[in-house]
């Protein structure tokens, strides 16, 4: 492929500073089956290529789903002649430090391909799973779901870069509802859709599955009884499946440079910080470190290289509670002047590559789970998002979680349904006061991450610890 796309581009006749090609293809499927009976059975392949053109400072996209050289060079011209267009009313002259050359290759770590599993076999899993879940006959709706993707890039410019990416991903998720007259209760398995990863069959392949299919199940049940979360201030302690959402939303999504600058408010909105906060602002405690590292194996957002072909590398984004560099591309840095990261991203081949979060991770501290609730007089533990609430500058938030436990004199006590908490990113982010240490630190992933127009949903994956938040705002449904 290197090959055919170098040689369209040295045939190209426009006369642009650069020209990039991005080609795309990628098979993905979709089987999910609710209370035992299969709903979906979807296979889909899309390919295509994206061209960028650099032109008088101002770059131009067109894209095509042909790779014949004579759809290429039609898509060119387009570009070329809307970079040109573009050119008189630029806001910001590009060069090409913006596209620098870049040459390697990337492969997603697996074990088992995507291929060991029939679509039948993998139908019979997912029944099984449901009905597993089915452990009382309150439980009124089951549901379990596997997607995969396999997916394959490769960038070349007109000043000698050649990248070849390959990415294999499965996700899975699987829940149930219960209902006991007018309460109703669901659970999942650690919030919708969080089990995203780069992998093969293997990340199935767990001792404890059924159990855990089994025990998630069980809680649906347990959560019809419970008592509602009490309405107080108190020490809250997130798994890090609610942790997930936490960054994404209030860490990743105001970090984004695009919407510092303006460029997403009348869509996905905007930001409390501004290019001035960047090296001074104190965003959270000194127990607050955040990397953007697209290194970790087999987390979802992981790659060598973002859509522009800018080498990714791992990178503290707040150190120490202080903010360092925010979510942006090689041209929004130079927009902003402030520091940032390789995150141009695309859903796909017909989409220009923005700036989007990716692997966005809290690192460890030092406690261990049973040290931290041991040192909590009163306090509650939430476990799994249910809901989210935050305004368009990632500033006031709201999030509820599905399963909760009372926190007693440094014990887990009663379970407690409906919890929820409310806070604005600064005081919450300042609030933190433990962290947990590597053993209690998980990642997981969404492919949903919703930007753009026209919309991108992309996939972006999240790691972090357990952590503990000083005198927060917790709150039962019923209020």
Known sequence: MWSELTKAIAK??????????????????????????PQANGKSTTEGAMIEVLVNGCLGYA????????????????????????????????QETERPKVVGEYNSPYLEPLDTLSPGEINDLLVRMCRTLKVHEKIVQTTASISTSERESWFVSSNGSEVYQKFISLGSNYGAIAQDGAIVQQRTNNGWQAHCYQGGWELLRQENLWQRVQQVGEQAIELLTAAECPNIRTNLVLAPDQMMLQIHESIGHPLEI?????????YAGGSFVTTDDFGQLVYGSPLMNITFDPTVPGEYASYAFDDTGAVATREYVIKEGVLQRGLGSLESQARAG???????????WN????????NLNLE????????????????VYM????????????????????????IENGQLTKTLRNPNYRATTPEFWHSLIKVGDTHSWQMYGTPYCGKGEPNQAIWVGHGSPVCVFADIEVFGGGS
């Not at 042909?66 to 806001?91: G, M, P």
């Open 338 to 348: 402030i520091p940032g990261v390789a995150c141009a991203r695309a859903c796909s």
């Open 63 to 94: 894209a095509t789903n042909s790779l014949e050289f004579a759809s290429l060079a039609a898509t060119a011209q387009i570009a070329y002649k809307q970079a040109l267009a573009a050119s008189k009313w630029w806001i910001y002259p590009f």
């Open 351 to 358: 989409r220009p590559a923005i700036d989007r979060m990716a």
């Open 258 to 266: 695009d919407r510092i600058l303006g460029d997403e408010r009348n």
């Open 364 to 379: 460890p501290g030092n406690a261990t789970f049973d040290e931290i609730i041991s040192g909590i007089e009163h306090g």
């Open 12 to 37: 190209f006749d426009i006369p642009a500073d650069w020209i990039g090609i991005r080609a795309v293809k990628e098979t993905a499927s979709n089987r999910y089956v609710r209370d035992g009976i």
């Open 383 to 406: 476990e799994s998002n249910r809901s989210w609430s935050i305004d368009d500058r990632r500033y006031k938030f709201q999030f509820g979680c599905e399963y909760a436990k009372l």
